[in-house]
């Protein structure tokens, strides 16, 4: 049983469609995140939520919206997609909001043409 | 801001050779600090955290890792390399704050010729 899942793994698409990313996991945990990682393998946070509030939301632009349902559940729609939002999405969770190591999901590679 | 510095970007050694990969991190205040490592095509998967106690951390796969308190280093370490530790490994700390975060350095590629 997959303890953090995201879908889809691959997604293609063309510049200024509009895309969304889900995430599940399966822990019990109350903190979620979205990371981008870049073709140089750079990961930067992006937004965390604990317990369906924001609590990260790091400069990332206004077309990317977070949204959690639950505390299971942490999805990212992307507006208006551009080329420089091809990366690897990677989502994770960890167990409290100020301690404990990250769990990761198997990450969704965006491509946009 | 809190920063997470490794220096080596691409380190190649040979199976049997001994491995230290550096981590440097900016913050003052207490830190949990984490080694992760990213198999290609992979997910990120922890190979060890400190938290307090004992600097010397070991993890899994035969790794190890020191934190310095007073050089702020967290270096990873393993004694003999093996082909299946080619994978990319990222150092990481979490900052106590009301809303913490983990933060990645910008990691280290780790080939391993046979």
């Known amino acids: 049983d997959t303890a953090v899942s995201q879908t889809p793994k691959y997604l293609v698409t063309q510049m200024g469609n509009d895309k969304s990313i889900k995430c599940e996991q399966n822990l019990g945990h109350d903190t979620m995140y979205w990371y981008k990682q870049d073709s140089k393998k750079f990961l930067k946070i992006m937004f965390s939520y604990n317990n369906k509030e924001l609590i990260i939301n790091e400069t990332v632009p206004n077309r990317f919206s977070p949204k959690s349902p639950d505390k299971a559940h942490l999805n990212l729609h992307i507006n208006s997609l551009e080329l420089g939002d091809s990366a690897v999405y990677f989502c994770?969770?960890?167990?409290?909001?100020?301690?404990?190591?990250?769990?990761f999901g198997e990450g969704s590679r965006l491509t946009v043409l | 801001a809190q920063s997470v510095s490794q220096h080596n970007h691409h380190v190649i050694l040979s199976e049997a050779a001994s491995l230290e990969l550096g981590c440097n991190y900016s913050y003052g205040g207490t830190v949990n600090l984490f080694w992760y490592v990213q198999y290609p095509g992979q997910h990120l998967q922890l190979l060890l955290k400190?938290?307090?106690?004992?600097?010397l951390v070991k993890g899994i796969k035969g790794f190890e890792a020191e934190f310095i308190k007073s050089k702020f280093s967290f270096n990873l370490r393993k004694p003999s390399v093996q082909w299946s530790d080619t994978a990319e490994y990222f150092c990481?700390?979490?900052?106590?704050?009301?809303?913490?975060?983990?933060?990645f350095g910008s990691g280290t590629r780790l080939s391993i010729r046979p």
């Open positions: 990481a700390v979490n900052t106590y704050s009301s809303a913490s975060k983990i933060i």
């Open positions: 994770a969770s960890r167990h409290d909001r100020a301690t404990g190591e990250l769990f």
């Open positions: 400190y938290f307090s106690g004992d600097p």
